[in-house]
């Protein structure tokens, strides 16, 4: 026996989980009118989807940094997806705002944690599957980043493109918006650390190498090699040390310099920095 599936039916599944009206009524016809049921065949379909385009390359999306009301806790994480079309979408920077806003209210610290929390009647994970049968591509939560301190501020660039956390030592309203302005220079500067003792020893043996590589290539005597090399270090992490480099608002001064001129003693603690494109 045939079940008769309406549009009134159809719609209410459509609002349910945002898939297309011609999904939704094959779905209901699948699971002869029963919602649960629907939802569940979506959600397989998404399933299949997902494993056909896992080794697709997710390279645009949203990129979203947000923190909690007292502006001690934050979030930024990248909702990564195949094409600029679906990144510049209102439906898809909803969903990452969405998953954005289970990220605060969770606490999760990861991804994984992040993907087992609930987000309705379904797991963030299941939503971003359910979304991947929807929209056809791959889609995941990629560049989470957590900071929780004295104080922590948000800062999204370029429509999405870049998402930044701040955190300070001390706070203030000044400090707030100062925070703000460290956080538009690491969306721009993209530092590697706060400052030189945080920088990787992978980081740090590479630039000595490419010093050493630059040095010899120039024909410089070999016994001056080293000290050569250190000097490119040296240059590498001025320029790439967040609290080392050039305030890019006022160039008289380092960030490390402009924050202590806010509010005394105040040390710029990490950054948490989100993006695409990648």
């Known amino acids: 026996m045939s079940v008769t599936i309406s549009a009134a039916d159809v719609n209410k599944l459509r609002q349910i989980t945002g898939a297309g009206m011609m999904d939704c ?7 002869e009118g029963s919602f649960d049921g629907a939802i569940e065949y979506l959600r397989k379909q998404g399933q299949k989807v997902a494993d056909k385009r896992q080794d697709r390359e997710a390279s645009e999306g949203a990129a979203i940094a ?51 929390q609930n987000m309705g009647d379904m797991t963030v994970g299941d939503k971003l599957t359910e979304q991947i049968g929807r929209i056809g591509e791959k889609l995941e939560v990629s560049d989470y980043g957590v900071l929780s301190g004295e104080l922590v501020v948000p800062y999204i660039h370029m429509g999405n493109r870049v998402g930044v956390l701040v955190q300070l030592s001390q706070c203030s309203e000044e400090l707030t918006e100062a ?20 920088v990787s020893q992978d980081i740090i043996n590479r630039e000595l190498e490419m010093g050493k590589e630059l040095a010899i290539k120039e024909g410089k005597p ?17 320029e790439n040390t967040l609290t080392n480099q050039l305030y890019v608002k006022d160039s008289s001064k380092t960030v490390k310099q402009y924050i202590d001129s806010v509010q005394k003693g105040t040390l710029v603690v990490a950054f948490k920095r989100s993006s695409t494109g990648k």
């Open 25 to 31: 009524k094959k779905a209901l016809t699948a699971a």
């Open 66 to 116: 947000k923190t909690n009301s007292e502006n001690t806790y934050g979030v930024t994480f990248c909702l990564s997806c195949e094409t600029d079309f679906v990144a510049k979408n209102a439906d898809f920077v909803a969903l990452a705002n969405s998953i954005m806003d289970v990220a605060l209210a969770s606490g999760a610290k990861t991804v994984e944690e992040l993907l087992q």
């Open 179 to 198: 925070a703000k302005n460290v956080a538009m220079q690491v969306a721009a500067m993209k530092p590697v650390a706060v400052d030189e003792s945080l």
């Open 222 to 238: 070999e016994n001056l090699v080293d000290k050569i090399a250190q000097g490119y270090l040296s240059r590498y992490l001025k």
